[in-house]
């Protein structure tokens, strides 16, 4: 009994990653985290195919300000 307890005390806590940033934000393999584009989901009547296709890809986080607070909110993502 008592052992049990003594390991519980010196164990870590875990970690719990955004929810919202899970769904939303990838990592690559050189820490940084890539996004899909913005502007495509609805409202999207009048848009020319040249913007369309420019929307249609995903992007790497560059501003390295978010590439720190992305490692916060996932912290099990590398």
């Known amino acids: ?3 049990t307890t003594m390991q519980a005390r ?3 806590n875990k970690l ?4 919202g940033a899970k769904k939303r934000f990838f ?3 050189n820490g940084q985290f890539k996004r899909w584009q913005v502007g495509k ?4 009547v009048g848009f020319t195919p040249e ?3 420019r929307l249609k ?4 986080v560059q501003n390295k300000s978010d ?12």
Do not use: D, E, T
């Open 51 to 53: 913007r369309s296709n």
């Open 10 to 12: 010196f164990m870590s």
């Open 67 to 78: 590439n720190r607070m992305l490692r916060k909110a996932l912290p099990y993502a590398h």
């Open 16 to 19: 719990k990653s955004h929810s």
């Open 27 to 29: 990592p690559v393999g």
């Open 41 to 44: 989901r609805h409202i999207n």
């Open 1 to 3: 009994m008592y052992q």
């Open 57 to 60: 890809g995903s992007l790497v």
